[in-house]
């Protein structure tokens, strides 16, 4: 039945442009992980509701993403950094070949060594997570703080093939990236001044804001 129900949702997702549709088969055929089209929907539409305009992107690989929030939010502008050349030089061609180099800033690094460089251009309405799995919590606490007030953090693969939902010592031993995610699952959960939903879509795409606190809270 879950299998049933996951085919019927992602058919009625609507047909990509012929651009990302090739975009996604060229990450396939070299293997760049791109975000799932189910949770990549689903973010899409909480960004529009949430009138997003201005995002920080940890991890642009070949661009996908970010080019799929340019045409979903027609008045939005990204901030995306890429630490492996090559993916950032193909990021970049398909950045200028999409007509988005005026809305999309692309920096070349690893996120964690130009994180002063990447919060100075903040604040930002949404932060997207989406690079090297065992930093999720560092990039969390470097970024989180350029995140403005009403603003979201999106985390993708968050349930890693569900091998995050595993307690066994023999897989959490051998999936050293498995137990990580587990791990930042219960960092998001125990963060006091954050609420986080995470939706089994994809890969898995925990969605964290921050918490409103009334005079109730702080009695």
């Given amino acids: 039945m879950k ?22 088969l060229e990450a396939k055929r070299n293997q760049v992980p791109i975000m799932e089209p189910d949770s990549l929907a689903l973010m899409l539409q909480v960004m529009a509701i949430a009138k997003t305009s201005r995002i920080l992107e940890i991890g642009a690989a070949i661009g996908y993403s970010a ?8 008045d939005a502008t990204i901030v995306t950094v890429e630490r492996d050349e090559a ?9 200028t070949r999409y007509g988005a180099a005026d809305r999309v800033e692309l920096l070349l690094g690893d996120a964690l060594l130009v994180a002063d460089k990447l919060c100075q251009k903040g604040p930002f309405d949404a932060i997207f997570i989406d690079a090297a799995k065992g930093q999720y919590e560092k990039f969390f606490q470097l970024f989180s703080p350029v995140l403005t007030e009403d603003g979201v953090i999106y985390t993708d693969n968050v349930l890693f093939k569900g091998l995050a939902l595993e307690e066994s010592e023999e897989v959490q031993k051998k999936a050293r990236i498995a137990r990580k995610m587990r791990a930042f699952n219960a960092f998001l959960n125990q963060q006091s001044a954050y609420t986080t939903v995470t939706i089994p879509l994809g890969d898995g795409l925990a969605i964290t804001r921050r ?4 005079v109730a809270d702080h009695e």
């Fill in 87 to 95: 993916r950032f030089q193909e990021a970049q061609a398909n950045i």
């Fill in 67 to 74: 080019l799929r929030m340019c045409e979903a939010l027609p």
């Fill in 211 to 214: 918490k409103k606190f009334g």
């Fill in 3 to 24: 299998d049933r129900i996951n085919e019927y949702l992602l058919a009625q997702i609507p047909p990509r442009s012929p651009f990302f549709t090739e975009l996604e």
